[in-house]
């Protein structure tokens, strides 16, 4: 019979997890052991982008249709999965949400927001 204890532990673990990926607000479930859109991308480029033990910017660069939006969320669900804070936005959205934010004189609270985070995902770059 499984500990009372562990049980309540593994499911307030697993609560966690669910609350860090809302709050990461991500466009739709993707993750990296699911990616196959690009052939180029071999298991051990995917197996880098697990957990969030980068220690540098990551940027993910390739055409409309190549799998940078999968292995970009995937790799955020992954550091989400670790414990981790991320922030999902759209480059076009964090500029706009910025430049309204410095309009509206907050601007300081707004990067606050986004500072906070461990990992911020910042999509569709060239769009």
């Known amino acids: 019979m499984a500990d009372p204890l562990d049980v309540e532990c593994q499911d307030r673990a697993g609560r966690g997890t669910q609350r860090l990926v809302r709050a990461a607000r991500f466009l739709r479930p993707e993750r990296l052991e699911d990616f196959d859109a690009n052939p180029s991308v071999t298991p051990e480029i995917i197996g880098s982008l697990q957990g969030s033990a980068w220690g540098r910017p990551l940027v993910l660069i390739g055409d409309s249709g190549t799998g940078t939006s999968h292995l970009l969320i ?54």
């Open 74 to 127: 995937g790799a955020g669900t992954a550091t989400t999965e670790a414990g981790h804070g991320v922030r999902y936005t759209t480059t076009a959205a964090l500029v706009n949400e910025l430049a309204e934010a410095a309009a509206g004189r907050h601007l300081s609270s707004t990067t606050a927001r986004h500072t906070r985070v461990d990992l911020l995902c910042l999509d569709e770059f060239g769009r």
